[in-house]
C-alpha cells in the first residue's frame, strides 16, 4: 500500500466517488450528504444513513495519523470530493479541533489492568458532545458560504437553528455555532431546572447570534415546542430551521473517528497489543448516538468483540438486548393504545445526560438489523433494503401506538447481541465507583463516565478472555458537580475547587448574561424567534 491519503480513498472504490444517503423508513433516498446535514430528519420521518456503509480496507495503515489526519480519512469515505474537495474538508477538520485542549483531542488514560478510559472532554463545553458539535457549526457555515456566494441582503440563505436541551447539546451547539454568518442559534431550555454551570455556560456566550430561551416548563415542554415549530408551516415558509439534535448525521460521523484513534492510541501504548486485536468499547448511552458512532467504525472494519451498552435506570435499551423487546414501559404486552405508554416518565438520575425514554438513535441500529434479517432472504440488495425500511417503519409505528414492539425475532436479537452487551447501573452504584476510583486511583469520575466504568469492570469480571476494554468518558467532573460532591464529600483529601475545578469555570456564574424569558406556549416562542432574527438580519 502506498503513502497516506491516497491509498484510503482508492482501496474503498465507488463509494468515495459518490455517497448517497437514504432513510431508515426506506422513503427517501438518493440524498447528498449537504441535503442530510441541512435537513436534519428525512421528509419520512426517518433517519439518514449511507447508503452502503465504506469498508476501510486498509485501516491498519491509519495508526500513526494524528486525530485531524485521521479523521479526514474517515470523514471522506462518507463524504464525496465533489461535494467538499479536500483541501477544504482538511480545513473544516482542523478548524474543529483547534478549540480542543488536548494535544491529542481525545486522549486514552489507563486506568488499571485491561481497562483505559477514553476521555472525551477536552473541548470548549467539557463534554463529549463537543467533537461532533463543532465539526457541524463548521459544516453549516462552510455550506452557508456556498450558498452565499455573490449574494448579498434578503437574497442570502439564512438558516434558524432551534433545539432543546436539558444541559450538555445546549452549550456544545452554542460554543459551536457562535459568531457563525447567517446562523442563528435559539436553545430552549427549562427555565431553572439546569444546572447552574451549565446555565453559565450557555447564557454568557454574549455572541448576536446567539439566544437562550428559558422556558417556564420542563424540558419535554421545550422538546415538544421545537417539535411543533418544525412542523409548523407558517415559520417554514419564512425560516429555514436547521436542526442540531443527535439525529443529525454529521455528529454520528465526527464521532466514528475516535473509535479508531483510541483504538491505535492503545495500541501504540501497550506493546502486548498489535493492530488487528480485539477490543470491547463501553459506552455511557442515552440517545445512542455515540455507541452508533462506534458500530459504523466496526462495520467499516475495525475489529471490535463486543459494544457495551450502559445506560442508567433509564434502561429501555439494557431492556431490548436481554429481551428483544423495545418498550418504554417494561411488561407493557397489553397495554391499551389509548395510553400508548405515554405516561411513562423519565425517571431523573445523577447522569441527567442518559436519562431518556426511548434513543433517538436506535432507529439507524435496528435498520442495520432488519437489513441483515432480509439479506437471509437471498434476494437482491434493493429489496433487502426495502424490508429493512418496511420492518422498521412498523416497528416505530408500534412504538408510536403501542408504547413498544417485540419480542423481535429470534434471528435478529442474535444478530445484535453479536455486537453489544449491555449494562443497566443504579445511582447508589454509580456513587460508589466513584468513591472507589478517587480513593483507589486518584481518578474523578463524572456520573455518566462512571456509569460507564462500572459497566466496564462487570465486564471484565464475566469475560474469561483479558480482552482490553475502552470505556468512553463523556464528560468532565466539573460539569456535574453536585453528584460528583455527593460522591466525594465524606473523604477527607477531597476538595472539589482543587481537586476538580478548570480555570475555564472560575468566575463564569459571575459574568454578564443573556437570555430571554418565555412562557410554555409555542406560539410565543415563534414569535420571538422570528422578531429576533429579524433584528439580527437588520443590525
Ligand atoms: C449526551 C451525553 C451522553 C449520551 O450520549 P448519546 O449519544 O445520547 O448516547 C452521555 N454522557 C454525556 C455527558 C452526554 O452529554
Known amino acids: ?37 441541512l435537513k436534519g430528519l428525512a421528509s419520512d420521518g426517518g433517519l439518514y444513513i449511507p447508503e452502503e456503509v465504506p469498508k476501510a480496507t486498509d485501516w491498519q495503515q ?6 485531524n489526519d485521521l479523521a479526514y480519512e474517515v470523514m471522506s469515505l462518507y463524504i464525496s470530493p465533489s461535494e467538499i474537495p479536500p483541501a477544504d474538508l482538511k480545513d473544516i477538520i482542523a478548524r474543529s479541533y483547534s478549540t480542543f485542549r488536548s494535544a491529542e483531542t481525545t486522549p486514552l488514560v489507563h486506568l488499571k489492568d485491561n481497562l483505559w478510559l477514553l476521555e472525551l472532554f477536552h473541548g470548549p463545553t467539557f463534554a463529549f458532545k463537543d467533537v461532533a458539535l463543532q465539526f457541524l ?31 450538555d447539546t445546549g452549550s456544545a451547539a452554542i460554543y459551536g455555532l457562535r459568531g457563525k454568518k447567517d446562523v442563528s442559534v435559539f436553545i430552549l431550555h427549562p427555565k431553572g431546572r439546569v444546572s447552574p454551570i451549565q446555565e453559565a455556560q450557555m447564557t454568557t456566550v454574549l455572541d448576536s447570534n446567539v439566544h437562550n430561551l428559558a422556558v417556564t416548563g420542563t424540558f419535554d415542554d421545550c422538546q415538544d415546542i421545537v417539535k411543533v415549530l418544525f412542523a409548523d408551516p407558517e415559520i417554514n415558509k419564512t425560516h429555514n430551521l436547521g436542526a442540531v439534535n443527535s439525529i443529525n448525521w ?24 498489535s493492530v488487528g486485536d480485539k477490543v470491547r468499547f463501553v459506552v455511557p448511552t442515552g440517545n445512542f448516538g455515540d455507541v452508533l458512532a462506534g458500530y459504523f467504525a466496526y462495520r467499516m472494519g475495525l475489529p471490535v468483540d463486543k459494544f457495551v451498552v450502559a445506560t442508567n435506570e433509564n434502561d429501555i435499551l439494557d431492556r431490548f438486548f436481554k429481551t428483544g423487546r423495545y418498550e ?9 393504545a389509548a395510553t400508548g405508554g405515554e405516561d411513562a416518565g423519565v425517571k431523573e438520575t445523577l447522569s441527567p445526560a442518559m436519562d431518556i425514554l426511548v434513543s433517538s438513535n436506535f432507529e439507524r441500529l435496528l435498520w442495520f438489523l432488519a437489513y441483515e434479517f432480509a439479506e437471509t432472504a437471498g434476494m437482491d440488495d434493493e429489496w433487502n433494503k426495502k424490508q429493512a425500511g418496511q420492518e422498521v417503519t412498523q416497528w416505530l409505528k408500534d412504538l408510536k401506538t403501542k408504547g413498544g414492539f ?5 434471528d435478529v436479537i442474535s444478530s445484535a447481541r453479536r455486537s453489544f452487551e449491555s449494562e443497566r447501573v443504579s445511582d447508589a452504584q454509580t456513587v460508589d465507583t466513584i468513591k472507589g476510583f478517587y480513593n483507589n486511583l486518584q481518578y474523578v469520575l463524572d456520573p455518566h463516565s462512571a456509569v460507564g466504568v462500572t459497566a466496564s469492570e462487570r465486564s471484565i469480571a464475566r469475560s474469561d478472555s483479558k480482552l482490553p476494554h475502552i470505556s468512553l468518558s463523556t464528560a468532565h467532573p466539573a460539569k456535574f458537580a453536585g453528584a460528583v460532591e455527593l460522591a466525594l464529600k465524606e473523604e477527607p483529601s477531597f476538595n472539589f475547587t482543587e481537586k476538580v475545578l478548570p480555570a475555564e469555570f472560575v468566575g463564569l456564574d459571575k459574568r454578564e448574561k443573556r437570555l430571554t424569558e418565555v412562557e410554555n406556549d409555542w406560539q410565543k416562542v415563534r414569535d420571538i424567534v422570528r422578531n429576533l432574527v429579524d433584528e439580527e438580519l437588520k443590525a
Not at 142 to 164: C, Q, S, W
Not at 250 to 273: E, G, H, T, W
Not at 328 to 336: E, Q
Not at 406 to 410: F, L, R
Request: glycine share 8%.
Open 62 to 67: 491509519w495508526k500513526d495519523l494524528s486525530f
Open 137 to 167: 457549526g463548521n459544516l453549516f457555515e462552510y455550506f452557508l458560504i456556498r450558498k452565499n456566494e455573490g449574494k448579498t441582503g434578503t437574497d442570502r440563505h439564512h438558516l434558524t437553528v432551534v433545539g432543546a436541551t436539558s444541559g
Open 328 to 336: 418504554k414501559k417494561p411488561m407493557i404486552t397489553a397495554a391499551p
Open 250 to 273: 454529521a455528529r454520528i460521523l465526527a464521532q466514528i473517528v475516535y473509535y479508531f484513534y483510541s483504538y491505535f492510541s492503545l495500541a501504540k501504548s501497550n506493546p502486548s497489543f
Open 1 to 37: 500500500m502506498a503513502a497516506n491519503g491516497l491509498p484510503a480513498r482508492a482501496s474503498a472504490g465507488t463509494h468515495t466517488l459518490s455517497q448517497r444517503y437514504l432513510s431508515t423508513r426506506g422513503e427517501d433516498n438518493d440524498f447528498s450528504f449537504e441535503d442530510v446535514v
Open 406 to 410: 417485540g419480542p423481535v425475532y429470534q
